[in-house]
């Protein structure tokens, strides 16, 4: 897990709620990412952010809103917008080096009844 | 669109075997290509990056070919061990050249 923090590990919400998921990172990395896993499914990219400040849609960013203030924390909330929002969350960073691959945090399973 | 593809079915393969997984790609021109190993509820584990320009690369017990003309990459891990066992994700950089792209990942289950 090496250096990012994802808070908590398990979340239930009920329907109609925002829910907003924790990712802290003390790898001095640029680059941070948020992924989506469902089961038997590979992961889909919701938002990345190359800077602070700076943030970018991936796949399937709809009902999903970020904020990138500080270069330690990712935020991602997820809206009652998102349909099926139930799902493994997992954030990512990248030393942007290009000779090595994405550091991922422990993920968040969220339970949305 | 682009796509990757995994074998869907799990790998079951006997301690001691060399097992070989295939990450195959269409309708991408990828600058490099990524291994990744996954447990049950955890995150994904970076194994092994291997570039366009290179055809092989080893790391201890696991070797990655590439072969730009077939769009396949092999993962292989040589003398196989129980520990081995778990889901094995490859990963293609993005026409964005930043973010990458997954495959579904194929399940490995090293049997004593």
């Known amino acids: 897990d090496g250096g990012i923090t994802q808070s908590p590990k398990y979340l239930f919400r009920k329907e109609g709620q925002n829910v907003t998921l924790s990712c802290e990172q003390n790898l001095n990395h640029d680059a941070m990412y948020w992924y989506r896993q469902d089961p038997g499914q590979g992961l889909r990219l919701i938002y990345y952010s190359q800077i602070v400040n700076d943030f970018q849609k991936g796949d399937i960013a709809e009902g999903y809103s970020v904020s990138r203030e500080k270069k330690e924390s990712f935020p991602l909330t997820v809206t009652s917008a998102q349909k099926n929002p139930t799902a493994f969350y997992l954030c990512?960073?990248?030393?942007?080096?290009?000779?090595?691959?994405?550091?991922f945090g422990p993920g968040t399973r969220l339970t949305v009844t | 669109s682009q796509k990757i593809e995994q074998n869907s079915e799990a790998l079951n393969i006997q301690e001691g075997k060399t097992a070989t997984l295939t990450c195959n790609y269409t309708n991408y021109s990828p600058a490099y290509l990524q291994w990744y190993r996954q447990d049950p509820g955890r995150g994904p584990v970076f194994l092994l990056l291997?570039?366009?320009?290179?055809k092989e690369k080893r790391k201890e017990r696991l070797k990655v070919t590439f072969d730009t003309t077939l769009k396949q990459s092999l993962f292989h891990i040589t003398a196989s061990q129980p520990a081995d066992s778990a889901t094995y994700l490859c990963?293609?950089?993005?026409?964005?050249?930043?973010?990458?792209?997954f495959g579904k990942g194929t399940s490995l289950l090293v049997t004593p």
């Open positions: 990512a960073t990248d030393p942007g080096t290009q000779v090595g691959g994405q550091y």
């Open positions: 990963a293609l950089d993005s026409d964005s050249g930043y973010a990458l792209n």
């Open positions: 291997i570039r366009e320009n290179e």
